[in-house]
């Protein structure tokens, strides 16, 4: 069981009075509430929230309380313009209680869900109050008054997706320890919770025109059977949206658990699959590829020595040269690799790249000899990258190879063992975007190097490159390591 930080429980205890503040006009006596809508609304959240066992969208960091928006915000919204705050407020209550909390403890975790939600929903309902919403509504038949019942949507919107982001901001600070508010170098502020306003304000912008569409039904001389025109397809929307960020979210946990995998059998060479996935996206963006060969070409990068696994350990490890028949087996990678993960569909382009990426524009290479455009594109784009990382970082037997003369051996080998063109765009995209090698601490002395581009020093590239000095070492070391392709961190070539 997960234990939560005291200053997270303070928090929460802060949070909870609050939210009961919010709720309290409405169940004083005299208070005029419209019980039966409130009834509605808030049935329909509970509906909507339990078949749809969401998952929380995020967790604080440190594994402690989680952030959670709901799943379906536009009813929540839609009360928000339809009651009076705290009536609104009422109905988020009984669907964020009874929602699943799939992380333990999880009273602390359905307590600060409950409040919340029902302080962001009073909030929003107050601000669309104070600009008119019941009034712009309409009511007894009569037409909304458009466009000016946009406002109070909007601003109510925006409301939520503010007080969402500052509440989730204090949790995020309150459990890790991170101050809510920092100063960057130039003493400029920078909050918490800013990243997570930028990541939700056009989702709530969309929930909160469903929101006043819901809102405007309700209204309407048809009722608020009316409403479920709006909620129906906008809840299967969301369902569907929410399927494909778990997918996308899957694909990318098989990703990770692959690379660990190859990184904990081979320790000699960890951290070298991620850098050759931000080289290969350096190169295929500068050929121009869409964003989704971009993903797979990186995808293609980090998985290229996913076959590692099917080599012994003892000859991964091995200190000193390899044996003919050690080699041989160390050649096979490529094919155990692709063997892996030929079964796994979003790969696409990225399978032929693990299986293909040390075959030679001459023929020469493995596993079989293909030559020029018989080898796929994204083999030759992760040659290059797998090569490069190989020449420009500290492994056990060598040191990190300046960028300028990791490029000039590349350019050296260019139409015998590397195509050209591949060449080519990443010695154009370092010039622009420069390059940072991050060198595990279990290896010999860091070595990180960078090529002039005109550019503020420090600044970073779309791969996440920056700025640094370098050092040198053994021509023939590095000249070595490129011709081995840089697979592994070993006398051994062929990795």
Known sequence: MTVTPRAARVYVG?????????????????????????????????????????????????DSLPRSTGCFLPVLLAAALLLPASAAALTALPGALLARVEQRPAGPRRAWRAARLVIAVGAAGLV??????????????????????????????????????????GIRAAATGVPAVTFKGDGAPRTAWRGLLGRTLAPHTVHGLAGLMTAVFWRSTYGPVA???????????????????????????????????????????????????????????????????????RFAGILHDVGKLGVPTRVLR?????????R????????YGHEMVRGIGFLGEARSAILHHHERMDGSGYP????????????????????????????????????????????????????????????????????????????????????????????????????????????????RAAGDSGALARRRGGG
């Open 227 to 297: 409403a479920l025109f709006v909620l129906v397809p906008m809840y299967l929307s969301c369902w569907v949206f929410a399927q494909y960020h778990r997918e996308r979210a899957a694909h990318q946990a098989t990703v990770r658990a692959l690379v660990q995998a190859v990184d904990l059998k081979d320790r000699y060479t960890r951290g070298h699959s991620e850098r050759v996935g931000r080289a290969s996206v350096l190169i295929a963006r500068e050929l121009g590829m869409g964003e989704e060969r971009l993903k797979i070409v």
């Open 128 to 169: 669309a109050r104070v600009l008119g919403a019941d009034s712009a509504l309409g009511r007894g038949g009569h037409a909304p008054d458009f466009p000016s019942v946009l406002l109070p949507a909007c601003a109510s919107a925006l409301t939520f997706c503010l007080v969402t982001s500052a509440l989730d901001g």
């Open 14 to 62: 802060c949070a909870v009075p609050v939210a009961a503040a919010c709720l309290l006009p409405a169940l004083l006596p005299g208070a005029r509430t419209p019980w039966n809508t409130v009834a509605m609304l808030a049935a329909l959240y509970t509906g909507c929230e339990l078949p749809a066992r969401c998952r929380l969208l995020g967790r604080a960091l440190g």
């Open 318 to 326: 091995k200190e000193g040269p390899l044996t003919p028949e050690e």
């Open 368 to 479: 079989y000899g293909l030559r020029g455009r018989q080898i796929p594109e994204f083999a030759r784009v992760v040659a290059v990258a797998d090569a490069f990382d190989a020449m420009t970082s500290t492994r056990s037997y060598s040191r990190a190879r300046p960028v300028r003369s990791a490029l000039a051996e590349l350019r050296r080998c260019s139409g015998s063992q590397f195509d050209p063109r591949m060449v080519r765009a990443l010695t154009r995209a370092l010039d622009r975007h420069g390059w940072q090698t991050v060198v595990p601490a279990d290896e010999a002395t860091p070595s990180v190097e960078s090529v002039p581009r005109p550019r503020p020093a420090g600044a970073t590239d779309p791969a996440g490159a920056t700025d640094s000095p370098g050092t040198t070492d053994p021509p023939g070391v590095a000249r």
């Open 328 to 335: 041989r087996v160390i050649e096979l990678h490529p094919e």
